[in-house]
């Protein structure tokens, strides 16, 4: 699999890494033999890093990912910190990362981690010069290797590129999510930042799995989250009516080169946006891990097909999701 360097981590990693989020929860039941071969096969496919966060299942994704890394040499874990406890300024101080990190070393059987993302913490967060200086104290502790941050807004990513000691930025980008092109990765690309790129099926719908008579369990947030009941909208099918979302992958279809699925296409598209330095697929078996690394060794898609797909998000898309996010 191709390799690009992960921003100022300085790190080596495949360009398709793996969402862990599904291991832990939110996506329906997973048992645990499920979550393993899930790694197993994206690792064995050609994945380096793997994305997950304190939260998900409640830590049940890091204790997944700690027994899997044991037996697997060589490979990136990303975790994120701060949605644990209430969504408050206050509450994002040294003693708290001391305590959040304690417990995903614990988890995931790390001394130092890898790479600690402040996830998606209220935005005055990222203008705090006391959050960087604890994060950097972390670091000269030996207790992070590297941080960054996971962001709903490109105002937000911005704020945090601005800063020396972030090393990347985790941010949705997909057919359905085009504002990040306009500032946020010229940004990065300028200033060594790397980008993560999440939500890159928009919740599965750039699978072309779905259509209306779809369901999703109720313990799946494409269910309870639909208007942003639990967490902030744009998570969910990347804040995309469900209904304009199908008709927009219906446009897409004819686009998508023979031999490909929907998904594969769409994370190709992703990594053709310059400056991209990882894209983060979840998956919730064998088959979908496998499908998702594949898309590496698709050739880029050509100057037609990507202004096509900007052409309906433009119709489609643009005027639900753009000035919000």
Known sequence: MEQRVLGRTGRQVGV?????????????QMTEDEALATLETAVDGG?????????????RSERLIGRFIKERQGLFVATKMGR??????????LANFRAW??????????????????????????SSDEVYDALD?????????????????????????ARPGVATVQIILNAFRLKPLERVIPAARAAGVGIIARVPLASG?????????????????????????????GETFSGVDFATGLEAVRRLAPLVPEGLTMAQ???????????????????RNRGQAAGNTSAASVPPLDAATLDAVRDVYDELIRPQVHDRW
């Open 205 to 233: 719908l750039l699978s072309g799995k779905y259509d209306e008579h779809t369901t999703f369990a109720d313990n799946d947030h494409r269910t309870y989250n639909r208007h942003g009941e639990a967490f902030d909208v």
């Open 101 to 126: 990190n304690e417990r995903s070393r614990r988890n995931l059987g790390m001394d130092t981690l890898d790479l600690v993302q402040l996830h998606c913490p209220p935005s005055s967060v990222f």
């Open 16 to 28: 398709v890494g793996l969402g862990a989020w599904q291991l832990g929860a939110d996506w329906g």
């Open 137 to 161: 104290t972390l670091v000269s502790e030996k207790k992070i290797a590297a941080y960054g941050v996971s962001v709903e807004t490109c105002e937000e990513a911005l704020t945090a590129i």
């Open 47 to 59: 994945v380096t890093l793997i994305d997950t966060a304190d939260v998900y299942g409640d830590g």
């Open 84 to 93: 644990r406890m209430d969504q408050v300024p206050e509450n994002y101080v």
């Open 265 to 283: 296409f769409a994370l190709r598209w992703v990594l053709d946006q310059e400056g991209v330095s990882v894209v983060i697929p979840g998956a």
